[in-house]
């Protein structure tokens, strides 16, 4: 059932012992999002946590440190940014009914009891800032800092064409609520290790280029990343690099990874990524998506582009 | 003698036989403020033209193409953005006095009989975009374009520490004026040519770090140019690269070019970039600066260093 947010806000107010549910591999928008929540509902003297497959990236440290999560038998669980219920990785089996589902994909497959989904949103953050203003919990600089950073990754840091007015409003009242902006982006984007400095030099010379420069693909092997000693999160927006080369329609980024190829698509309106994923059993925005696939590179590769192709040819034959 | 908005808006509607004054290697700053003024006050008949000592690069081409300036003997003369004469280039001889300055740079040299100061200001665009309002002249899609050009490329994409809520604000007002912000910040931030991405590749290869890591310094040279194939253009926006290093305080960008090196610092709280370019004869802001160095790249980097030295010495030695 959908809910709008009066009905949404209802929900969490009314509800204890909650437990906020994050994405696998989480992004800030999901980190982002769940904090802000769970200092909000806290505030309020609710018993919450939060839980996720993957430990939480460093570089979100400065509002996930130092939580200490009570144990408890939760009552009302809330996934959050959360499009399908497989992206809780091992969450997934301990949790099989989810309460409420609060998320802005559009490709978000309806699994949870109720759901407050607006896509028009170019982040979940922005529709908890909606909601946290309708359930009138204050916003404190520390849940202005979490939202902000949903905000800006997931716009990119307010460049992708998800960023609306709105967006813009929401950003300038979380500044004024005293979030650190400045910081948190240079954070964010302005802050690169070594080893991500050299695992991209080493990427960027696997680049190539199909379908007439239509598409760019960038494949970053366990080898590169051991010689770069390039972790996880080094990696992190590396997929929007083959996307930003003039004429490029669709990026492809593939990750070696223990189980498999973790490939991530960027487009621009040419291509719908996330049609592209779907064939491929994964899924995500229509400029942004991805999937895993099994097999050696070379095959990997050829599946890639032979499920692109048709993409690939419907945008061409549209007049331009 | 600085006015303030309403004196230099009252100037401004006065004023006829406008001639608009960009800086030499325009940026999206100079020229967004002087193509939204220059539309506004056609709007209301006025005689105006916009001159700049470099050509408007390429990227700027959906608000400067099929512009047509008339030719007049300019009775007002207003330089936009411009934070030092010398910044006119070959303008600067044709036009000994200037009649108005618009401007944000904090290092700006009061040059002009009359200027509009506000280094709290993001971008001299948010500037003119209160200047337009003050004068009650229309911002239309087109004009609103100009501004958030201006705008977003002084802030690298909102994402600088010179943002403010009011920056966020103005962006949301340019967007519900009917900007095309996410085809903007496109062009800008997300689309690099071939060649750059080339030199880029080249460029990075020569990157050296000096002060135990909190300096890193990047060359390119003419070679690297001829060879990628990369023109003036593809350069823009790479001075950032280098600071972006965890752990780097101050980035610095050596261009070569005919007259000499093209020196570009971009640096963190820690440097007063604009402090250690004034030693070398050129200027900027805090924390974003550049000057020109005559002499082989040997003697241009010690140059660089040693003048570095002591604020690196002085950053050091300062509790942190």
Chains 1, 2 share one sequence.
Request: proline share 3%.
């Amino acid at each position: 059932m959908d809910l709008n947010i009066v009905q949404a806000a209802e929900q969490l107010l009314y509800a204890d012992d909650i437990l906020l549910l994050a994405h696998r591999s989480p992004d800030g928008d999901t980190i982002g999002s769940c904090f802000a929540l769970y200092y909000a509902l806290r505030g309020i003297k609710k018993r919450v946590r939060i839980e996720c497959a993957d430990p939480f990236p460093r570089r979100y440290g400065y509002f996930t440190e130092g939580v200490f999560f009570s144990e408890f038998e939760p009552r009302f669980i809330v996934a959050v940014d959360v499009a399908d219920r497989r992206l809780l990785g091992e969450k997934d089996a301990c949790y099989p009914n989810i309460d409420l589902c609060i998320d802005h994909h559009l490709s978000n497959t309806g699994y949870a009891a109720r759901r407050l989904l607006d896509p028009s949103q170019a982040a979940t953050a922005q529709l908890c800032f909606s909601l946290l203003s309708e359930m009138r919990l204050p916003i404190t600089p520390q849940i202005a800092d979490c939202l902000f950073t949903g905000l800006t990754t997931d716009t990119g840091g307010f460049r992708f064409s998800n960023v609306t007015a709105q967006t813009h409003r929401i950003a300038a009242e979380l500044m004024a609520l005293g979030c650190d902006a400045a910081g948190i982006n240079r954070q964010m984007f302005e802050c690169k290790s070594r080893s991500r400095i050299q695992v991209e030099r080493l990427a960027m010379e696997s680049l190539e280029y199909a379908f007439d420069g239509r598409c760019a693909l960038l494949c970053i092997s366990q080898k590169m990343r051991e010689s770069s000693g390039a972790c996880e999160e080094d990696l992190e927006g590396v997929a929007g690099l083959p996307r930003q080369i003039e004429g490029v329609w669709v990026g492809i980024t593939c990750r070696e990874r223990e189980e498999g190829y973790r490939i991530s698509l960027r487009a621009d309106e040419h291509i719908d990524a996330s049609a592209v994923c779907r064939l491929l059993d994964g899924g995500g925005h229509k400029q942004a998506a991805g999937c895993t696939l099994q097999g050696d590179f070379a095959a990997v590769r050829a599946k890639l582009l032979d499920t692109l192709a048709p993409f690939i040819r419907a945008a061409q034959d549209q007049p331009s």
